[in-house]
T-cell receptor, first 114, second 111 residues
Framework: SQTIHQWPATLVQPVGSPLSLECTVEGTSNPNLYWYRQAAGRGLQLLFYSVGIGQISSEVPQNLSASRPQDRQFILSSKKLLLSDSGFYLC?????????????FGPGTRLTVT | EDKVVQSPLSLVVHEGDTVTLNCSYE??????LLWYKQEKKAPTFLFML????IEKKSGRLSSILDKKELSSILNITATQTGDSAIYLCAVRLSGTYKYIFGTGTRLKVLA
């Protein structure tokens, strides 16, 4: 069965510091990978998605970036955090081929920028 | 602009009540609609509805897709306190790998 991991679970960082959040998927190959941010317990904002190694689509221009160095690894980064970057960050995966559209989420990282 | 709208934003009911949550969408190319339940952490998958599968049921939860009205409902019968959560609706767009999420409905079930 497939498993998705995210770490760290919680993070408190000062404004202007760098960020690196990591997501890995087990039990599947060539998944589509996604980064979302959720503010104040509401809907999910799509930040980035990737359909393959090195292929990144950005949905929201901001001071965040994403990379996919390996098939099942997705990284969210920032060089300098802003207060507005606080939120709940979720990584998700889907199958790339076939009719399945179900998207499955990792446990999330709660980021507080102080 | 593609968008998904959920209503109501929040809802408080008593155990045993039946609730209906709504999701409407305006998107360029619809492929599927998904419902999730989110408690304290990550959303968990409930149902996926497509043109070939417009009705799903699991226990006390059921969902229907109305492609003519561009909407879906999620019904929960005989609610329990464990149903308290945010319920999220998402639409997968055809021709892309993108999902558009609604803002969610926060359901609170009182004992």
């Amino acid at each position: 069965s497939q498993t998705i991991h995210q770490w760290p679970a919680t993070l408190v960082q000062p404004v202007g510091s760098p960020l690196s959040l990591e997501c890995t998927v087990e039990g599947t190959s060539n998944p589509n990978l996604y980064w979302y941010r959720q503010a104040a317990g509401r809907g999910l904002q799509l930040l980035f998605y990737s359909v393959g190694i090195g292929q990144i689509s950005s949905e929201v221009p901001q001071n965040l970036s994403a990379s996919r160095p390996q098939d099942r690894q997705f990284i969210l980064s920032s060089k300098k955090l802003l207060l507005s970057d606080s939120g709940f960050y979720l990584c998700a995966w889907t199958l790339q081929v076939g009719t399945g559209n179900e998207q499955y989420f990792g446990p999330g990282t709660r980021l507080t920028v102080t | 602009e593609d968008k998904v709208v959920q209503s109501p934003l929040s809802l408080v009911v008593h155990e045993g009540d039946t609730v209906t949550l709504n999701c409407s969408y305006e998107v360029t190319n619809f492929r599927s609609l998904l419902w999730y339940k989110q408690e304290k952490k990550a959303p968990t998958f409930l149902f996926m509805l497509t043109s070939s599968g417009i009705e799903k049921k699991s226990g006390r939860l059921s969902s229907i897709l109305d492609k003519k009205e561009l909407s879906s409902i999620l019904n929960i019968t005989a609610t329990q306190t464990g149903d308290s959560a945010i319920y999220l609706c998402a639409v997968r767009l055809s021709g892309t790998y993108k999902y558009i999420f609604g803002t969610g409905t926060r359901l609170k079930v009182l004992a």
